[in-house]
């Protein structure tokens, strides 16, 4: 019998498992080779001196330990992997849908980030949205940009996350999209013209007093300066006191695109996870289209329960929210704010034809203003 095949029989030896002729033959091996001894042998010394009674086979007791780790760690990382498997499918099949979806929670949600990025922060666009779910939670997470020119500038991240719904970045931070290090800093016509014409600006107008949609919509289409209204903002309630400035949200606006960005609703937010690109994914721009996607919001924000403990709308949200969705029901309820963007010498003749003397700089780039935006 050959080296390898006694090799072949040593765990039968060690287990007894081997008939006479067959186990005379592997001891007479053994005797005279030491590497099938040293195999026999590599189990650390047992210590059998606390047993009584009978012989023990020292061989056979080390083999059996040995089998019986082996074992007992193989049936230890099964139970492991049924009991993650188990876990998932309870969580996939079970509680994702009853609990972190129920009622549409995590697709209101994910309408929500993104109506709240777009509706409280003058001028920016979505430029990727994702939802990423594990067995207890769903996280949407929406880059924003500001339009300056035809370029954007990273505006921040939003994220929210269902059932601990927040928004926010990863401190739970509020959230301002403002390019520049000071967003209360203001400009006039004749301060947009110092910016010299190699530039472009993003600047957020400001009226003393809403104006009607159709005004606002003969801003945006007029061709005496080469801008583009991006954004329109709408008062959320009118004080007698202050008029244009709202009572509701501490922003005193809410707006949306003009340029009416868009999703694939249910399909998309509904989903356990997707991604989106924001890139070409726009319809012409109308001030109407604004008031109609800010009207949608708001309804959707007032209905679902995933907004309930928001602290962006503080410790009433559901109600201000219903609050404001109420007075924009009017037929026209008004612009009180405009974002434009447009090379700076375009934009201070824009300042002086609209009347607005000042406005918020959010940004400002080097000229690029070659390639059509928005559909202009």
Avoid at 178 to 194: C, E, F, K, P
Wanted: aromatic content about 8%; hydrophobic content about 40%; charged content about 20%.
């Amino acid at each position: 019998m050959t080296h390898s095949e006694i090799q072949d029989l040593l765990e039968g030896y060690v287990d007894d498992a081997l008939d006479r002729p067959t186990r005379k033959l592997v001891e007479s091996h053994i005797a005279g080779c030491a590497e099938c001894q040293a195999i026999l042998d590599d189990v650390a010394e047992v210590d059998l001196s606390g047993l009584s009674g009978g012989v023990v086979d020292e061989r056979l007791l080390k083999r059996s330990v040995r089998k019986a780790m082996r074992r007992t760690i193989a049936d230890a990382v099964l139970v492991l992997v049924a009991g993650w498997i188990i876990i998932w499918f309870i969580g996939a099949a079970l509680l994702q849908p009853l609990v972190v979806n129920r009622s549409g929670r995590a697709a209101s949600a994910a309408r929500a980030t993104v109506d709240t990025a777009i509706m409280l922060n003058p001028g920016v666009t979505i430029t990727d949205l994702q939802i990423d779910s594990n067995w207890l939670s769903r996280l949407v997470t929406a880059e924003v940009a500001i339009s300056v020119g035809t370029s954007t500038e990273p505006a921040g991240t939003i994220t929210s996350r269902i059932g601990v719904y927040r928004f926010g970045g990863e401190a739970g931070n509020s959230f301002f999209p403002y390019v520049n290090s000071d967003s209360s800093t203001t400009i006039d016509s004749a301060g947009l013209m110092r910016l010299g014409d190699g530039t472009v600006a993003t600047v957020q107008l400001w009226f003393d007093e809403p104006i009607s949609l159709a005004r606002a919509q003969q801003f945006a289409d007029s061709p005496a300066n080469d801008v583009r209204v991006i954004w329109a903002g709408f008062p959320t309630s009118v004080s007698p006191s202050d008029p244009g400035r709202a009572e509701n949200f501490g922003q005193g606006v809410l707006g949306y695109g003009t340029c009416g960005a868009s999703f694939p609703e249910d399909d998309f937010f509904g989903a356990t996870s997707a991604s989106f690109s924001g890139t070409g994914m726009y319809e012409p721009a109308s001030i109407q289209n604004a008031l109609d996607q800010v009207r949608r919001s708001l309804v959707n924000l007032a209905s679902s329960p995933a907004v309930s403990d928001a602290a962006t709308f503080g410790s009433n949200g559901p109600e201000q929210v219903q609050a404001s969705a109420d007075y924009l029901e009017a037929d026209d309820p008004g612009v009180i704010s405009l974002v434009v963007t447009g090379p700076s010498v375009e934009l201070a003749g824009f300042l002086t034809e609209s009347g607005v003397p000042l406005a918020a700089i959010l940004g400002v780039d080097f000229y690029n203003w070659s390639t059509p935006i928005c559909g202009r």
